[in-house]
């Protein structure tokens, strides 16, 4: 039996002979060994760390133009950077292979928790400020573009959740990911950029204008989105067919049976993919309620086709403008009108 402390994947080096190039039944390893187990991953690792860099030295060209980033920001791209190695580097990673409930973790990661960090560290935001007034218009400019306001909306990233939940769970994708390492990969990048998609306009502030959703619909989106979670974690645990044999075959006995594997991974769809949405739903609920009693606009659906209505009349104006502030909005509303007024 081959031991060894350190796997090499997603997407490694050529000619570096690795775990991820066989089928997993193939090198299966021991229980005590694959406790050791660190996945190296040159890519992934390589990006993260670039993706670092430039956040932190955007922070300091922010401070620098005089605009104070919050340090929970930072924060929150450091959680995500971990929770990252967590998912990909880790013993988890490893394990992910081999136990059916130890991928439902890592999934649960990937298209939750990280995009959530991710995008409560705002680096869109962050790009315009730090690149100044040339680099804000531009920002705003792609954010305005038609196609990219309709990717980033609910009516396209809750299918896009729905999809990659049930699509690689219930379908035998599984299986088919276990025999194709690349696959697998592919998988796992599939989760994070959808789950970034679904989180943006739901828990973020950095996309303006007609983008900015009101507390209904947020609320209705998590609300929706557990749907998917639901019907994936009963389903896995009520059925008595593997869905997905190869991780049983792959561990040559050890840990627990196929079924009982697959019931974890279920409960664990269920509870945690609920619960991590309940969490983000009493949040949101919370926003709402303060931002009727503080008499705030943006609760209702009024007020977002209003601001929809407020973005098109905006596109071509150069104000520079926060569309989180109302009374700045309004005024430059207002301004727009008057520069139509006189044009006419």
Not at 120 to 132: D, K, N, S
Request: charged content about 15%; hydrophobic content about 50%; overall charge neutral.
């Amino acid at each position: 039996m081959r031991r060894a402390l350190l796997h090499v994947g997603w997407i490694s080096l050529p000619g570096v002979v690795q775990r991820a190039a066989m089928h997993p039944s193939a090198v299966a390893p021991e229980s005590p060994e694959i406790l050791q187990t660190w996945v190296f991953t040159p890519v992934v690792t390589s990006l993260m760390i670039v993706a670092s860099i430039l956040y932190v030295y955007g922070t300091v060209r922010a401070r620098r133009a005089g605009v104070a980033w919050p340090m929970v920001r930072v924060l929150s791209w450091f959680v995500a950077m971990a929770l990252l190695v967590f998912s990909v580097n880790s013993v988890m990673a490893e394990l992910a292979t081999h136990l059916f409930w130890a991928h439902m973790v890592v999934h649960l990661v990937l298209i939750t928790v990280v995009p959530m960090f991710l995008v409560l560290a705002e680096p869109i935001r962050l790009l315009a400020t730090a690149t100044g007034e040339t680099g804000d218009r531009r920002v705003r400019a792609f954010l305005g573009n038609r196609v990219v306001r309709l990717v980033m909306s609910p009516i396209v990233g809750l299918p896009l959740y729905a999809f990659a939940l049930i699509g690689t769970h219930l379908t035998g994708f599984q299986d088919l990911a276990l025999d194709n390492p690349w696959l697998k990969q592919l998988e796992y990048a599939g989760y994070f950029v959808v789950g970034w998609i679904f989180m943006l306009p739901l828990i973020g502030n950095e996309l303006c204008g007609p983008t900015k959703l009101s507390h209904p619909l947020r609320f209705a989106s998590f609300l929706l989105a557990m749907g998917p979670d639901t019907l994936v974690g009963v389903t896995l645990m009520m059925t008595t067919t593997e869905l997905a044999p190869g991780y049983a075959a792959s561990r040559l006995g050890w840990g627990p049976t196929g079924l009982e594997d697959q019931s974890a991974a279920g409960a664990i769809m269920w509870f945690g993919g609920d619960g991590l949405m309940m969490i983000l739903l009493l949040v949101v609920a919370f926003q709402w309620i303060t931002a009727e009693a503080t008499g705030k606009r943006g609760g209702g659906m009024g007020s977002w086709l209003d601001s929809a209505r407020r973005g098109q009349l905006m596109g071509e104006s150069d104000v520079d403008v926060d569309v989180d502030d109302d009374e700045a909005a309004l005024a430059a509303y207002n301004a727009r009108l008057r520069e139509m007024n006189r044009g006419r």
